[in-house]
């Protein structure tokens, strides 16, 4: 892995995030900026995936479960190639093949539809439950937000990973520590999220969301756990790389006007 | 009497045990929804997933985006209202290769009470985009009906009841999804009904031929989508509609039938069904005469035009 091209890339993505947000007037700029290097780093180093055919049934599927944070996601699936560039700026619009939310009929490279947060690891469940009965070596990957944990249906899919041994499963939780209405621990403390997870069996890692290297590492390493799936549990700052919105809970759901464009474009474009 | 409607499920599951994308999932009441018949046969293809059915579904819409062909059973009042957005979102909306099976629909559940009486789950079911809904009224259909789902690429909702039913149908019967079906011919009125209340709605037929009273019989076994055809025909035909249905007034087949008709053929109906209030305990038999579910019922609605 090339660390500094994945670190260029990510940024690219992010000034792609703040293009189409702008474009559109509408979306969640916070939690998409998050979770980029975590994303960049699966589609550009990890993920065993076929450009010219998204629905290869061998693939490792990625599931976005926060479902809210989609133009990270389709900023990443066109920078590697799923559909040009310039459909980023449909985003949100009548008739765009990027819907609100990821939507897996509509957008190709997108593996699962979501944005009714909670359901992301038990359809990642039941593809791993797929791909043991047929013998197949595909992994399956999902990002989750820390404020989603807070569904019910969440801990239901947690339990069900460990029971069934689903250890090609490996969960990211985005821990930005913000969710719509304020900081997570004043609207409802999900911490100590590793100890939860490792309280239902599963093999918990730790890192530092933005840092390429430990994001990498953690992968690598939850590939070698066997019998158990894996939560890596990733610290990062809502809105990271744009001054003005890291860890504002005002940025979560609000997009960028014209000037907050350009001076978030400028200090992107500064720090690749 | 017939075999209950649910074993003929579990049969049915058995049969299609052959197919190697069929999977079963239940949430913890594999004996009772007779799933467990399947597991018997298949164990390494069935999943119970625990008393989780939000999970189970949207783990069963995980199998469908991998091509396999998932069966997620519980009862109708977990499956459809426990879970309705994850069927909604996770299941309808990306059209996925989902069956839903909801057993001990409606208020032969008997004895568990009002809180385990799925009197809705067709009403909810409807109003989802792509959803199928087969509600079966003997146990050759509801076998039959289960292979239809399983053949049929999309999301079905397939509706059983706990009770034992008479067998209205042989073994040449065949089932198409979104067919009605004429069991009776008669000019003086016509009796829309779907699952159990289809074999009382041939008894009320025998008994308004005692009386000198023609009815045509037509039984629904797909209220979505709706035998519009075959519904304006016979509405045409008999001027008079009666729905009969196990499940509430709002928004089930009778509410499918009188939409339909009055934009394509306005005709006076009457509609047997739960009149907007939950179940309660007691034995099916008690239960169906409170809510007025009978042959008797039928009859008189039809002299009550």
Redesign the interface.
């Known amino acids: 892995m090339n660390t500094l091209k994945i670190q260029t890339t990510a940024q690219k993505v992010r000034v792609n995030i703040i293009k189409m947000l702008a474009a559109a007037g509408t979306g969640h700029p916070g939690g998409s900026l998050s979770m980029v290097d975590i994303l960049t780093v699966l589609y550009f180093d990890k993920m065993n995936i076929r450009i010219d055919d998204p629905k290869w049934?061998d693939r490792d599927?990625f599931i976005l479960s926060k479902g809210h944070a989609a133009p990270g996601l389709y900023a990443v699936l066109a920078e590697r190639g799923f559909f040009p560039e310039e459909t980023l700026y449909t985003l949100r619009k009548f008739k765009s093949i990027l819907q609100g939310h990821p939507?897996?009929?509509s957008t190709p490279g997108v593996?699962?539809?979501?944005?009714?947060l909670?359901?992301g690891i038990?359809?990642?469940?039941?593809?791993?439950?797929?791909?043991k009965?047929?013998k197949k070596d595909y992994r399956v990957y999902v990002i989750v937000g820390d404020g989603e944990i807070q569904e019910?249906?969440i801990w239901?899919?947690v339990?069900?990973s460990a029971?069934?041994k689903l250890d090609k499963l490996t969960v990211f939780v985005d821990a930005n520590c913000l969710q719509l209405d304020g900081s997570i621990e004043e609207i409802m403390e999900v911490s100590p999220i590793g100890d939860k997870f490792a309280a239902f069996g599963w093999h918990v890692l730790e890192i530092d969301g933005h840092n390429i290297e430990e994001i990498s590492a953690a992968v690598d390493k939850a590939k070698t756990i066997k019998d158990k799936p894996t939560v890596i549990v990733a610290k990062t700052v809502k809105g990271k790389g744009v001054s003005f919105m890291e860890n504002q809970v005002k940025w979560h759901g609000v997009a960028p006007d014209q000037q907050q464009k350009e001076q978030a474009i400028a200090e992107l474009e500064r720090s690749i | 009497m017939g075999i209950a409607i649910r074993e003929a499920y579990g049969q049915a599951l058995v049969e299609l045990s052959n197919n190697p994308n069929v999977v079963v999932l239940d949430a913890d009441l594999a004996k009772a929804t007779k799933t467990i018949e399947f597991k018997k046969v298949c164990p390494e293809r069935f999943f119970d997933m625990g008393i989780s059915e939000q999970d189970m579904i949207a783990t069963a819409a995980g199998f469908a985006t991998c091509g396999k062909i998932p069966f997620a059973t519980t009862f109708a009042i977990f499956a459809v209202g426990r879970a309705f957005e994850q069927i909604r979102n996770s299941v309808a909306y990306p059209k996925l290769n989902v069956k839903i099976v909801g057993t001990h629909a409606g208020v032969t559940v008997g004895y568990d009470g009002g809180s385990h009486q799925a009197i809705e789950d067709i009403s909810l079911m409807r109003s989802v985009p792509n959803m199928v809904i087969l509600n079966p009224a003997d146990a050759i259909e509801a076998k039959q009906a289960t292979h239809a789902a399983a053949e049929y690429y999309g999301p079905v909702y397939i509706r059983i009841s706990r009770i034992a039913t008479p067998a209205i149908h042989n073994e040449s019967y065949k089932f198409e999804i979104g067919k009605g079906e004429v069991l009776r011919e008669g000019e003086d009125v016509a009796i829309i009904a779907t699952g159990i209340m289809v074999s009382k709605a041939l008894e009320a037929a025998d008994k308004l031929a005692a009386e000198g009273s023609r009815a045509t019989v037509v039984n629904i076994p797909t209220i979505k989508p709706l035998d519009k055809e075959l519904i304006i025909k016979v509405a045409q035909k008999t001027g008079k509609v009666v729905t009969a249905e196990e499940h509430s007034v709002i928004g089930g087949l009778g509410a499918a039938v009188c939409e339909m008709l009055s934009q394509e053929m306005p005709t006076k109906t009457k509609m047997i069904g739960i009149q907007d209030s939950f179940g309660c305990s007691g034995s099916p038999d008690e239960l169906l005469k409170h809510y007025k579910l009978t042959a008797e019922d039928i009859v008189e609605a039809v002299k009550s035009f």
Do not use: I, P
């Open positions: 049934e599927r939507d897996m009929k593996d699962m539809s979501t944005g009714s909670g359901q038990s359809v990642a469940n039941g593809m791993m439950l797929s791909g009965l047929d019910g249906q239901e899919a339990m069900t029971h069934y």
